[in-house]
């Protein structure tokens, strides 16, 4: 396999940007071996606000958020050109060998397996790495707004800098939010796959990136040794 995608919620924001993408994936997946797991977007903004208001165990927030990431996966497949969902792991390795863009719909997995903490500490950026780590994939591309983890929130200050290279190890020592989940570093920690956070509103650093060139991106190492 050669990389696990996760598309973020937050593109869906501007539709044109979350099309293009999808559009480019579909185009990649005629050269590399993809599977695509959803963000949770608004769908996961929804279960927030009502663990907010009803003050959810952290059991069922972390189920419900799960399901939103399965109904931005539809959504997914529905605009991703020759795409096909599934909840099966097996058939989305499959169909990754047949030029078909599989978006992974992970509840069921998820739910049956629940091998991570039940914690809003755990997004879909960490159920990506689990799912990478299950597929073996060589690469974890996180695709999201901006253009990869920077040493302070860039929409607040101007003197934000993009952190090109970071190990895990590094990361989880980072005071700063970033972003990706704050679970996310102790599962790169002993991965040994290569992660890398992306701005998909430039799709053509996907491709970049699958291909093995620079972009503008963090690139997490893989662990070696």
Same mark, same amino acid.
């Given at each position: 396999?050669?990389?696990?995608?996760?598309?973020?919620? !937050?593109?869906? *924001?501007?539709?044109?940007?979350?099309?293009?993408?999808?559009?480019?994936?579909?185009?990649?997946? *005629?050269?590399?071996?993809?599977?695509?797991?959803?963000?949770?977007?608004?769908?996961?903004?929804?279960?927030?606000?009502?663990?907010?208001?009803?003050?959810?165990?952290?059991?069922? !927030?972390?189920?419900?958020?799960?399901?939103?990431?399965?109904?931005?996966?539809?959504?997914?497949?529905?605009?991703?050109?020759?795409?096909?969902?599934?909840?099966?792991?097996?058939?989305?390795?499959?169909?990754? *060998?047949?030029?078909?863009?599989?978006?992974?719909?992970?509840?069921?997995?998820?739910?049956?397996?629940?091998?991570?903490?039940?914690?809003?500490?755990?997004? !879909?950026?960490?159920?990506?790495? =689990?799912?990478?780590?299950?597929?073996?994939?060589?690469?974890?591309?996180?695709?999201?707004?901006?253009?990869?983890?920077?040493?302070?929130?860039?929409?607040?200050?101007?003197?934000?800098?993009?952190?090109?290279?970071?190990?895990?190890?590094?990361?989880?020592?980072?005071?700063?939010?970033? !972003?990706?989940?704050?679970?996310?570093?102790?599962?790169?920690?002993?991965?040994?796959?290569?992660? =890398?956070?992306?701005?998909?509103?430039?799709?053509?650093?996907?491709?970049?990136?699958?291909?093995?060139?620079?972009?503008?991106?963090?690139?997490?190492?893989?662990?070696?040794?």
């Amino acid at each position: 396999m050669d990389a696990v995608v996760k598309v973020g919620g !937050s593109l869906a *924001e501007e539709p044109e940007w979350l099309i293009a993408l999808c559009a480019k994936l579909s185009g990649l997946a *005629e050269n590399y071996g993809l599977v695509v797991v959803p963000g949770g977007g608004r769908f996961a903004d929804v279960v927030r606000d009502s663990d907010k208001r009803f003050n959810l165990s952290s059991g069922v !927030s972390h189920r419900m958020a799960i399901l939103g990431m399965d109904q931005f996966g539809m959504l997914l497949a529905q605009i991703t050109p020759n795409s096909c969902a599934t909840y099966s792991l097996g058939d989305a390795k499959q169909l990754a *060998e047949t030029e078909v863009v599989p978006v992974f719909l992970p509840s069921r997995l998820m739910f049956k397996e629940d091998p991570l903490k039940n914690s809003w500490d755990v997004t !879909s950026d960490s159920i990506a790495a =689990y799912v990478a780590s299950r597929l073996q994939a060589a690469k974890l591309v996180l695709v999201t707004d901006v253009d990869g983890i920077f040493t302070k929130d860039p929409e607040k200050n101007e003197d934000a800098t993009l952190i090109e290279r970071l190990s895990a190890g590094e990361l989880l020592k980072l005071d700063a939010r970033t !972003s990706v989940d704050r679970f996310l570093a102790k599962l790169l920690v002993e991965s040994p796959v290569d992660c =890398y956070v992306v701005n998909g509103k430039h799709p053509e650093r996907i491709d970049a990136i699958l291909a093995g060139q620079q972009a503008t991106c963090t690139l997490i190492p893989a662990r070696t040794g």
